[in-house]
Every structure is written in C-alpha cells, then in structure tokens.
C-alpha cells in the first residue's frame, strides 16, 4: 500500500511536471509567430516636413534621399514645385504644426525651424532637425526654446534683431550630412 502511494504520488507529480512543460511549451510555441511576425511587419520611419519654412533645396535633397521612405509635407497651402504627399492643413495657427504632432510617431523624423513644434516631436520621441542641420534632442530643447522665447519676446517690446543669413551653400552641406547621418543609423535599425 505505502509503495503504491508513493508510486501514485510520483505519477502525479511526473504528470504535474509534464503539464507544465506543455503549457509553458504551448506558450513559447504561440508566442512564436506573434515575434516573428511583429519584427517583419516593423514600423516604416515616416519623415514629416513643415514645409511653409522648409527651403526647396532642402524639400528637393530629402525626396532624393529618402526616395525609398513615406515623406509628407504639411502646410497650410499647396507648396508649388514638387511631387510628394502633403497633408493640407486649415488655415490658422499651428494647424499643420499639429497635424505633423498627431501623425508623427516615436522612431519617426520631422524636419521644421519651429523650436515650439520642436519640442512637442522631440517629447514624442520623435527624431527632429531643421534645415540647417541642428538636430532637436533632449537635452538641448528646453535651452533652444528658452533663447528662442527670449528672442520673440525682446522683437515684442520693439527691440529689432538681424534676422538669420538666407539659406546658403554652408546651411545646406550642413542640413544634407545631418540629414544623411540621421537616414543611415533608421536604416541600421
């Protein structure tokens, strides 16, 4: 009787054990093809412009780079020139500005000259630069934005400010290697 207790104690716990490996098995199995299918469906980087600033040399060297990419330009009004998706925004203020904020997602990049804007991407873990090739992050956009309010207001009680130098050969080498940097670590990822 002790012996055939003992035997059926075993046998349970043989059984127990078994089970467990099964459950446990049928759960890496079925997990399995959710990984797999989850890694070869990633998400494709979507590049968001705001093109009411975005100088055409720019617009025209991130459609030839990126040609492989989903690019679109928002603004309030066409942006005459170029073939690419533009989202079309209500005219108002930052009406495409969060329009670009609503669609961008983390892993994404946004190119715009808007420090405001800027840090809305950039808390959304969206990478963003502008056009001459700054790249908004983490730890500079809170001191960009403060120099930038500093700025805005100084030109509101009347003080007048030499406005940044027209975009030249320098500003787009800068934009293009930044932009080109930038394109090849996504394309690693």
């Given at each position: 009787?002790?012996?055939?207790?003992?035997?059926?104690?075993?046998a349970?716990h043989?059984l127990?054990?078994?089970m467990?490996a099964?459950?446990?098995?049928?759960?890496?199995?079925?997990?399995?093809?959710?990984?797999?299918q989850?890694l070869?469906q990633?998400?494709?980087?979507k590049?968001?412009?705001d093109?009411?600033?975005?100088?055409?040399?720019?617009?025209?060297?991130?459609?030839?780079?990126?040609?492989?990419?989903?690019?679109?330009?928002?603004?309030?009004?066409v942006?005459?020139?170029?073939?690419a998706?533009?989202e079309?925004?209500?005219a108002?203020?930052?009406?495409?500005?969060?329009?670009?904020?609503?669609l961008a997602?983390?892993?994404?990049?946004a190119?715009?000259?808007?420090?405001?804007?800027?840090?809305?991407?950039?808390?959304?873990?969206?990478?963003?630069?502008d056009?001459?090739g700054?790249?908004?992050?983490?730890?500079n956009?809170?001191?960009l934005l403060?120099?930038?309010?500093?700025?805005?207001?100084?030109?509101?009680n009347?003080?007048?400010?030499?406005?940044?130098?027209d975009?030249?050969?320098k500003?787009?080498?800068?934009?293009?290697?930044?932009l080109?940097?930038?394109l090849?670590?996504?394309?690693?990822?």
């Open positions: 009787m002790f012996l055939e207790t003992q035997l059926l104690e075993k349970k043989f127990f054990c078994l467990k099964a459950v446990h098995s049928a759960a890496i199995f079925l997990c399995l093809p959710l990984r797999a989850s070869s990633s998400k494709a980087v590049i968001f412009v093109a009411d600033s975005c100088p055409r040399q720019a617009r025209e060297h991130i459609l030839k780079r990126a040609a492989k990419l989903k690019v679109i330009f928002a603004a309030n009004r942006i005459p020139g170029f073939g998706e533009m079309i925004c209500p108002g203020d930052n009406a495409a500005d969060d329009r670009i904020v609503e997602q983390s892993g994404d990049l190119l715009t000259r808007d420090v405001p804007l800027a840090k809305r991407l950039v808390e959304k873990d969206v990478i963003v630069m056009d001459r700054r790249v908004f992050t983490k730890n956009i809170n001191e403060s120099m930038r309010n500093f700025m805005v207001g100084l030109v509101n009347g003080l007048e400010f030499k406005r940044t130098a975009y030249n050969k500003d787009f080498k800068n934009f293009a290697d930044s080109d940097k930038i090849s670590k996504l394309s690693r990822t």
